[in-house]
């Protein structure tokens, strides 16, 4: 099986608004980086419908069409966009070297790539129950009345009731969140406490729009494409009992899972595998190696932060270039 080599100062990791980001700043800078869409070309974005909250456009704009904007104002620059399984690395030393390969299931590398930086922007997952009509439209109805982030969505469910999943401090905040938008939130949860911190869970508690549902196991999200979500099928792990739950919107609150598995033993992670990041940079552990986006920020986890972060990840590599290769004329000039 042949091989192609690629040799680049800049490769960025992951195409969503921190990688394209990154990947605009990188090229205006004449690095000429090269960006590895990776499993989710775009980013969670390319499963969102209406995006209200990205500036610059009054009257929303699709997270499909969004994305594609970013793409292609990076390739304009000149960045060199690629489809590459990462399957692994090695970050011992500089070039740092990426082995990749056609898809996920396929064998044997393809690709080998050398980077002189490399632009972590791999993201983050949500996890989702797995149950019948969550997938992302057209399949499901994920984007059209089901989510998971009330940040991003909770704008959509004025007026309406919705049901939010979870028991952690995520969907404690996912709740809140929403009481500013949704007639009623119904926070459904397979036990009979939360796992959520107590000052969290008293705020939950104390206000008057939130109902809880102890013993509540969600098995289906009902509806249809035209009408969006209309109800939920819930089972009581108590009483055994099944019934259909109306409402408008599901808020899937059981946490995110970043996608940085590929980097274990390489970077310094936190206990649920955000990558550390040095002060206000983008810096990892390993000096030429930077994360931005979703795979280090746990807590806002939004497009505009996301790529505002990518921005920084490419200055810190172009900083990086400039005063390694000083450092390298002046080791020169010395053994010279």
Known sequence: MSQTEINRQ???LGSGPAGLTAALYASRAQLEPIVIDGPQPGGQLTITTDVENYPG??????GPE???????????FGTEIINVWIDKIDLSKRPFTLFGKESEDSEGITTIIKAETLIISTGASAKWLGIPGEAPVPEGLGGNGVSACATCDGFFFRGKPVVIVGGGDTAMEE?????????????MHRRDEFRASKIMQERVFAHEKIEIMWHTEVREILGTKEEGVTGVRIYNNQTKEESIFPTE?????????PNT??????LEMD??????TEGRTMKTNIAGVFACGDAQDSYYRQAVTAAGTGCMAAIDAERFLVEHGEQEQKNTATNW
């Open 10 to 12: 800049v490769v960025i």
């Open 57 to 62: 456009f009054s009257a929303g704009i699709m």
């Open 66 to 76: 969004l994305m594609n904007e970013f793409r292609a104002q990076a390739e304009r």
């Open 175 to 187: 709740a809140m969140f929403l009481t500013r938008f949704a007639s009623k939130v119904v926070l």
């Open 249 to 257: 919107g599901v808020f899937i609150a059981i946490g995110h899972k």
């Open 261 to 266: 598995e590929l980097f274990k033993g390489w």
């Open 271 to 276: 206990e649920v595998g955000y990558l550390k």
